[in-house]
């Protein structure tokens, strides 16, 4: 027998389905898109599927290439510090050095890069045009607490992060000139030049 597909329902009478040489009518239901809605332009019309409407533009903020990569490594580095006793600042090395190790009043040469947690921005780094490494005495005071305390073990070569709360870094007032929130968390990646 010979099939027909219609967009219509077949008659209620007679059942001609069975009759041999009959046509066969044959009922489908309606075949929705997931995000679409089926419509009809009179009887016995063929179907269209009607585009869904766009979805509503995001309202988070993009992160460029360089700055997904910060927040990336941060994120899986945070996980896994460790703490500094007597201290809310945590560490991590993530590149080991090696030879002597910075203890309190040694003059230390350090790369350093500065990133606000809260907003994943960079607000500082000696590798950046026009900078240069940074030289200061340890231990002593002469830089943010949780810098002081987070580079002492270091050795040449070493690479450490530090995670320093607001109260070890630059407190309730931030640093807006550099762009550090009131209360803003700090991460800072230290590599670890020369220890005089």
């Known amino acids: 027998s010979i099939a027909r597909v219609e967009a219509r329902s077949p008659p209620a009478s007679p059942d001609l389905g069975h009759v041999p040489g009959c046509l066969r009518t044959i009922t489908r239901p309606p075949q929705l898109h997931p995000r679409g809605r089926c419509a009809a332009a009179g009887a016995g019309a063929a179907r269209r599927l009607l585009p869904a409407p766009p979805l509503p533009p995001t309202s988070r903020p993009s992160l460029t290439p360089s700055n997904r990569r910060i927040a990336m490594c941060q994120f899986t580095m945070a996980q896994q510090m460790d703490p500094i006793a007597g201290y ?43 900078q240069q490494p940074f030289t200061y005495q340890a231990g002593v005071g002469g830089v943010i607490t949780g810098w002081d305390q987070g580079c002492l073990g270091m050795q040449i070569g070493e690479v450490r992060l530090l995670e320093i709360p607001a109260h070890e870094g630059y407190g309730a007032n931030g640093f807006p000139a550099w762009g550090i929130p009131p209360g803003g968390t700090l991460f800072f990646t230290l590599e670890c030049l020369k220890i005089e």
């Open 88 to 130: 809310a600042t945590t560490m991590k090395i993530v590149s080991p050095g090696d030879g002597a190790a910075v203890k309190a009043g040694d003059t230390v040469t350090v790369h350093a890069t500065g990133v606000v947690k809260e907003t994943d921005k960079k607000f500082w780094s000696t590798k950046d045009p026009g």
